[in-house]
């Protein structure tokens, strides 16, 4: 690795060498596995170097692979100590499963040999003939397939197009003698993952085994990645719905105990009512004055109760969506005038009125209009100075392009 000031130095932009293949940071080359940071959107992803048959990535702390292209600002980060094991040690996710095809005995001994030394963790599994290999194949889902491509009977390619078939996520190393440049693109064409030349080098035999190795453990942790958000997402909507369920319950029930009380609310309150008219009509003198007086003001209250009850109802109502305005056209100076003279009769209020002359038409809720202008003159003459009148005006109001009443 770099030291701290040449790190500094190889802070830049990321340019793709298609000659080598390879990524470079302003003239350093850059190497899979390197612990490196790319600005996406004006924010810094660290992630770790990684190559696939579809070119250079970055591989996450999210376990997220970024595409690498040209351009793109990047520059070198610490090394957290293999932070993405799944990456670096494919080996470390489950035991690899291996299978070497090869009608050669020599082979067909060194290779597993070689594989047990480099990847001790792996399983490795040996066939001599490409029919034999089809058995092992059906019977066991392989992370990689070595095969030889000049067999006996069925070559190396036949097996290829036939491991597509019955197993397209597995990847495939075909081996071919030297000088046979035609035969590895045909196995490239084919879809193999790499070819690796006779005689076998062993160092770049691993190499690119454990690459293949990586890849397909990739795959498969992204499949299961998958899988856990498609389970996930499923018990969220389920949990939703139940919750959804739940607040609809909780909402009825409570809308439900809001109807019982103000139903409850009512029989007294008409007791009262009743009351209050018949003592006011059975007692005479200063004691039905007094009497009367006290009387008013339990009418007041219980009119302020009914509208609170009415009020608190209907904001249940909006909460649960169930509120409807029950709009009809009429003529808002002759309805206020109603409304004033109806409170004025009941409550022997002092009111003024303005601008209550010219009609004005607009389509309202009669009796949430009603409601509505009992309670504000209640809480008006409740706060005001005791006689001192009242005053309530209506104006038609008009803006640039709107008209509203």
Not at 224 to 245: D, F, G, I, M, N
Not at 328 to 333: A, E, P, S
Not at 340 to 353: C, I, P, R, V
Not at 372 to 377: D, G, T, V, W
């Amino acid at each position: 690795m770099l030291d701290e000031k040449n790190r500094q130095a190889a802070a830049g932009t990321l340019t793709y060498n298609r000659e080598w293949n390879s990524f470079e940071l302003d003239g350093y080359e850059l190497q899979c596995g390197e612990s490196v940071e790319i600005s996406v959107f004006g924010y810094w992803i660290p992630g770790q170097l990684a190559l696939d048959t579809a070119g250079w990535y970055l591989f996450t702390l999210d376990h997220v692979s970024v595409r690498l292209q040209s351009g793109l600002p990047a520059r070198l980060c610490e090394s957290s100590g293999g932070f993405l094991p799944l990456l670096l040690h494919s080996s470390q996710m489950h035991p690899p499963h291996i299978l070497i095809v090869d009608d050669d005995p020599a082979l067909l001994q060194a290779l597993p040999q070689t594989v047990s030394l480099r990847l001790p963790q792996a399983q490795v599994d040996t066939s001599n003939s490409a029919q034999g290999a089809l058995e092992l194949i059906r019977a066991h889902d392989y992370d990689t397939i070595v095969s030889d491509i000049k067999m006996p009977g069925m070559d190396g390619l036949e097996l290829l197009a036939k491991i597509h078939a019955l197993r397209p996520e597995t990847l495939t190393l075909l081996i071919t003698g030297h000088g046979d440049h035609d035969l590895a693109i045909q196995a490239l064409r084919g879809g193999a993952y790499d070819y690796v030349l006779k005689p076998i080098d062993r160092d770049y035999f691993v190499a690119s085994l454990d690459h293949a190795l990586q890849l397909r453990q990739l795959r498969r942790y992204v499949v299961e990645q998958q899988l856990a958000l498609e389970l996930h997402t499923k018990s969220l909507e389920h949990l939703v719905q139940q919750r959804t369920h739940e607040l609809v319950e909780a909402n009825a029930t409570k809308d439900q105990i809001i109807r019982v009380v103000l139903q409850e609310l009512h029989i007294p309150l008409a007791h009262l009512k009743e009351m209050t008219q018949v003592l006011s009509q059975k007692l005479g003198g200063d004691v039905a004055a007094i009497v009367g007086q006290a009387l008013t003001g339990i009418e007041d209250a219980i009119r302020r109760t009914e509208m609170l009850v009415e009020a608190l109802l209907d904001t249940t109502r909006i909460e649960t969506t169930t509120f409807i305005l029950h709009r009809q056209r009429c003529d808002l100076v002759a309805l206020c005038q109603a409304i004033l003279e109806e409170y004025t009769a009941g409550t022997s209020a002092a009111l003024a009125g303005e601008d209550l002359d010219a009609p004005l038409e607009a389509e309202v809720d009669v009796d949430l209009l009603r409601h509505l202008l009992i309670s504000l003159l209640s809480n008006a003459r409740e706060h005001s100075t005791k006689g001192l009148p009242l005053t309530v005006s209506l104006r038609s109001r008009q803006s640039s392009g709107h008209h509203g009443e």
